[in-house]
């Protein structure tokens, strides 16, 4: 297989116009702390509706910060999808918490709405809900919910730029909500992340612990908390900025591209497709199956790319992961049934906007040969 031949998981979509932003950064000797933080902060408020955004250096970042700045700590409980991508949970343990894990929808691969009341205790302090591969997941209901027992709710949208439910932004329903900008996402700067929050004290307490507690006083520069280093430099700012004119004909191209795999991949017992409600906008960051049991996983990836076609697994069954299982004594199989059959028959296939309608016309009749 040629290396020109081999279609890979995913492409970034890198053109010259964003690469001449970064050269006119680097050009200007202003790397950190310029301009282009501050103007792709005002672009995603204005896109999104919400008052403030607030970058950072990395989706993980960007959760970490939000359970700091929101109090959550030592003998709190944070409840969190079974299935994800493990930054979810690994950011409650971090800030000295527990995350308590609630099993998904099979359908849907987010958390299932219907199991979050039980896992509430008297220590739970927070939900990070997770719009799983770009699919909002029921996040008014869950908003509802916390609401009812005096929760916060940061959303995980690292996937879900653009998504939406019922026509509003994923990222925009909770106290706060948080992106990644992952060279797997819809617009990338290599790194980074993104807090969004219409809460103006919030927002005041996570621009001042992103930038090592640094608060201006009266055009004084005063240490107020112990903070982090958590910036987004201005040449990585300018890489996803330039791009964010792209982003909405990039979801609705991707979206053409999700139909065909809908049209051409075959809906059997062996291969089930994902589910997308109809009052959802997905915003297709990965197209994720789930095979037969019957299929061995792990040698379907290994055929597909020996037939040149990049895929992997999607997300992780996060209690069925060493550092956790060891911890909690999980037994994920039986708590986390369906987070634990999307870990070990899930597998995500090319989606993105490089990729051309031909690709996934050959990638669906590879797959559906192979899953025979
Ligand atoms: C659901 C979810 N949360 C958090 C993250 C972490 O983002 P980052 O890689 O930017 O730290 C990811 C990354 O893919 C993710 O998929």
Not at 154 to 174: H, S
Not at 246 to 270: D, G, H, V
Request: charge should be negative.
């Amino acid at each position: 297989m040629s290396e020109l031949n081999f279609i890979p998981l995913m492409v970034p979509d890198i053109q010259q116009h964003d690469i001449d932003a970064v050269v006119a950064v680097l050009q200007s000797g202003m790397l950190i702390q310029g301009a282009m933080v501050e103007e792709f902060e005002n672009n995603i408020s204005k896109y999104l509706g919400v008052r403030h955004a607030i970058a950072v250096s990395s989706g993980t970042a960007s959760l970490h910060l939000a359970l700091i700045a929101l109090g959550i700590g030592r003998g709190d409980e944070v409840i969190v999808p079974a299935f994800s991508y493990i930054a979810t949970a690994n950011v409650v343990e971090l800030v000295g918490a527990k995350p308590i894990f609630v099993d998904i929808d099979i359908n849907t691969f987010n958390i299932n709405k219907n199991l979050i009341e039980q896992a509430i205790t008297n220590k739970t302090k927070a939900i990070i809900p997770v719009h799983e591969f770009g699919l909002a997941c029921d996040i008014r209901e869950i908003c509802e919910l916390a609401e009812k027992y005096k929760l916060k709710v940061i959303e995980d949208a690292a996937c879900a730029f653009g998504a939406t439910e019922n026509g509003k932004f994923t990222g925009t329903f909770g106290n706060a909500g948080s992106f990644s900008f992952h060279p797997r996402k819809a617009i990338t700067s290599g790194e980074g992340g993104m807090l969004v929050t219409n809460d103006d004290e919030l927002a005041r307490k996570l621009r001042i612990l992103r930038n090592h507690g640094i608060e201006m006083q009266d055009a004084k520069m005063e240490f107020v908390e112990a903070g982090f280093n958590y910036r987004l430099t201005d040449f990585q700012a300018a890489l996803v900025n330039s791009q964010l004119e792209r982003l909405e004909p990039n979801l609705n191209y991707k979206e053409k591209l999700a139909n065909i795999y809908f049209e051409e991949l075959s809906q059997t017992n062996r291969i089930i497709l994902p589910k997308v409600p109809q009052n959802k906008r997905h915003s297709w960051q990965s197209f994720h199956l789930v095979l037969d049991t019957i299929i061995n996983r792990d040698e379907f990836i290994d055929n597909l790319r020996e037939l040149g076609i990049g895929t992997n697994y999607g997300a992780q069954c996060i209690p069925a992961m060493i550092y956790y299982k060891n911890k909690y004594h999980y037994q994920s199989e039986e708590e986390f049934p369906n987070a634990f059959e999307a870990y070990k028959c899930g597998i995500a296939i090319p989606l993105y906007s490089r990729l051309k309608k031909e690709q996934v016309q050959f990638i669906s009749k590879t797959i559906n040969w192979l899953g025979k």
